[in-house]
């Protein structure tokens, strides 16, 4: 039974602002390239089968910084698109809508969590259809949130309880027979 490492890409502006980014293409922040890099001393690509990053620059330019100069973009890493919530923090959506919560509410012009959850359902279940042992996806926090969930077949709204932090390492695999976390967040 394969291994799951998700690598949530290293700080940007907007990360650090706590603005929404899925399409707005950014790039690290000074401390995020260190945190990419620091992932060097943690992951080494030859552990590796399958290697897959988002299509934004700055998932792949972690992957790169982080030692993998070798992945497979894959649309279905993209982040949840957040439509007209696109830039704006929590505290600017609730003020149009207020309590709003992504897990529930979803994002008007963006993807409801039915598309999210059938988007990283595909990545899963490549995963694990692959036949390797170990594989690696650099993405996203709610992306990531979403495909941890669909490992587990979780409700979309678990997603609330599993905080993902820029430039972190989880790991999805098995205990006994069940889908499990093995490592969360660090």
Not at 81 to 101: A, H, K, L
Request: aromatic share 10%; proline share 3%.
């Amino acid at each position: 039974m394969a291994e799951l490492y998700l690598v949530r890409h290293g700080e940007t502006e907007w990360s650090k602002s706590g603005q929404h980014t899925s399409v707005t293409d950014l790039d690290l922040t000074e401390h995020g390239v260190e945190q990419a890099r620091a992932l060097r001393s943690r992951l080494f690509p030859e552990d590796f089968q399958l290697v897959l990053a988002s299509p934004r620059l700055r998932a792949q330019r972690t992957a790169k910084l982080a030692g993998f100069g070798h992945y497979e973009v894959d649309e279905d890493l993209s982040e949840w698109y957040y439509g007209d919530f696109e830039g704006m923090t929590s505290v600017q959506i609730r003020e149009q809508v207020p309590g709003w919560r992504i897990w529930f509410n979803g994002c008007p012009d963006g993807e409801s969590a039915d598309q999210v959850r059938a988007r990283l359902t595909r990545v899963m279940t490549r995963v694990r259809e692959s036949g390797v042992d170990r594989a690696i996806c650099f993405a996203h926090g709610h992306a990531l949130r979403v495909l941890a969930l669909c490992w587990l077949d979780f409700p979309i709204a678990f997603g609330q309880s599993f905080p993902l932090a820029v430039g972190s390492v989880s790991i999805m695999g098995h205990e006994k027979e069940s889908a499990a976390i093995l490592r969360w967040n660090s």
